[in-house]
């Protein structure tokens, strides 16, 4: 129990307290803006929706796979 707290300890320095908190705000803004989005997609009509070539049971899919690279931003370049 001692090593794996002595191991653990060097890792959770104030950097990587710091990085998670980063990355906590970042998915927070992105459920934000992706619930945002449902929310505005669903108050159009089914013929505005057409028009802008999105089925209504498109919408979730939509923001979801929109928010997700926005999370991921981070890792462009690396994969």
Same mark, same amino acid.
Do not use: P, Q
């Given at each position: #129990?001692? /090593? &794996? @707290? $002595?191991? /653990?300890?060097?890792?959770?320095?104030?950097?990587?307290? !710091? /990085?998670?908190? +980063?990355?906590?705000? @970042?998915?927070? *803004? !992105?459920?934000?803006?992706?619930?945002? /989005?449902?929310?505005?997609?669903? *108050?159009?009509?089914? #013929?505005?929706?057409?028009?802008?070539? %999105? $089925?209504?049971? =498109? %919408?979730?899919? &939509?923001?979801?796979?929109?928010?997700? =690279?926005? @999370?991921?931003?981070?890792? +462009?370049?690396?994969?």
């Amino acid at each position: #129990m001692t /090593t &794996l @707290v $002595a191991n /653990t300890f060097g890792w959770v320095g104030l950097k990587g307290v !710091a /990085t998670w908190f +980063k990355n906590l705000e @970042v998915k927070l *803004k !992105a459920r934000e803006g992706r619930n945002a /989005t449902i929310k505005e997609l669903s *108050k159009l009509s089914d #013929m505005e929706l057409n028009d802008i070539g %999105i $089925a209504r049971c =498109d %919408i979730r899919y &939509l923001a979801d796979k929109h928010y997700a =690279d926005e @999370v991921n931003a981070n890792l +462009k370049g690396w994969v």
